[in-house]
């Protein structure tokens, strides 16, 4: 089969396409022929070697932690039953990058029918994450809030999410087009956060004092900024590091203001969390009460230049790879 491998730490070119063995299902797996495989910004930084305190992975390794597409072959202690069946798995480290991919068996979603693969994994990371997320944040109607990096996958998710709740939505992010796609999304206001006293646009639209909840998924300067003019006893959400790291503010005044602050290890959910979280992100987005934004797709063979075009900020909404 085919799969791409991150060949060396460095720039999108260490992406390269490889013949491989054809993965068999051990024990407790399911090998899912891959009709999509879900890109993820961190997958950039992984690749750059970024983070490695926390992301232990060393090259040559295959990059992908989402796929949907159908089972294949299951091995001992799997119900057969889910040969044939289209589903969503995370895949339990990196592989699905690739034309096939062994899972555990135990994480297998199946897609509901209405749902397209390309949906489903866009929401398998994205879905989750944003509903759990969404939930802690406990919004309440006529609350305002902002959500910075709005146009990202799940950026888009978290300003339909809050809209729905009845919050009066801000979304900040970078440029016309991506504004564009947040009002779309549900956003009464939106600040485009290149722009120089930002800030100031985003209170004034939240009438002047400040949003009363911040999911961030911008982090530093962005988050700083966002952060420094959150309500007092606003809550904020620093889950977000696209810019090099988590939202920069001293915990001490955070304190001071009484607000609460979750960070991402409180994203990081138990492996039943996420496949309860993504079972329903699934049947939300199937039922049409939730919408996933597919802005660019790229062949495999050209996962270098998804990488690249997300580092470049170039991409709206989720970016995925389509093998079928
Ligand atoms: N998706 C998940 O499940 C998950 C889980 C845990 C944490 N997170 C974190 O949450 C963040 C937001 O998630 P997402 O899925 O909405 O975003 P995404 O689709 O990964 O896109 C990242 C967004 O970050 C913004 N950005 C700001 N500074 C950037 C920079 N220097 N380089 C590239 N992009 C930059 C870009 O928008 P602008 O150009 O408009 O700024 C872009 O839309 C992720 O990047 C990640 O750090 C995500």
């Not at 985003?202 to 700083?224: H, L, M, N």
């Not at 597919?294 to 389509?322: C, N, S, W, Y």
Request: net charge neutral; charged share 20%; glycine share 14%.
């Amino acid at each position: 089969m085919w799969a791409i491998q991150a060949t060396r730490f460095g720039d999108p070119e260490v992406l390269a396409i490889r013949e491989m063995p054809d993965p068999v299902a051990g024990p407790g797996q399911g090998v899912v022929e891959v009709s999509v495989a879900d890109v993820l910004f961190v997958e950039t930084q992984i690749r750059r070697g970024l983070a490695r305190e926390y992301f232990t992975v060393e090259p040559p390794y295959v990059p992908g932690s989402a796929v949907a597409g159908q089972v294949i072959s299951v091995g001992e202690s799997v119900d057969p039953g889910w040969v044939g069946r289209r589903v969503a798995a995370h895949t339990g480290g990196g592989g699905g990058y690739a034309e096939r991919v062994a899972v555990p068996a135990d994480g297998l979603i199946p897609v509901p029918d209405g749902l397209g693969v390309r949906e489903a994994a866009a929401l398998l990371h994205d879905g989750p994450t944003a509903l759990g997320v969404f939930e802690e944040a406990r919004i309440r109607p006529g609350e305002s809030v902002l959500v910075t990096a709005a146009a990202g996958g799940m950026g888009v998710l978290l300003v339909q999410l809050a809209h729905t709740a009845g919050a009066r939505v801000t979304a900040a992010a970078r440029g016309k087009q991506k504004l564009d796609v947040a009002r779309e999304m549900g956003a009464v206001s939106v600040v485009d956060y290149s722009r120089p006293g930002w800030p100031e646009r985003v209170r004034e639209a939240c009438g002047g004092g400040g949003p009363d909840v911040v999911f961030d998924g911008a982090g530093g300067q962005i988050g700083g900024a966002a952060f420094e003019i959150t309500a007092p006893g606003g809550r904020f959400s620093a889950h977000g590091a696209p810019s090099g790291g988590f939202a920069e503010f001293d915990p001490r005044e955070a304190e001071r203001r009484g607000v609460t602050v979750r960070g991402i290890e409180d994203v990081r959910f138990a492996p039943a969390k996420v496949k309860r979280l993504a079972a329903r992100a699934l049947a939300e987005a199937a039922a049409g009460r939730m919408r996933p934004v597919i802005g660019q797709t790229f062949p495999l063979a050209r996962a270098a230049d998804a990488h690249a075009a997300m580092e470049a900020r170039d991409v709206v909404g989720k970016t995925l790879l389509l093998l079928t």
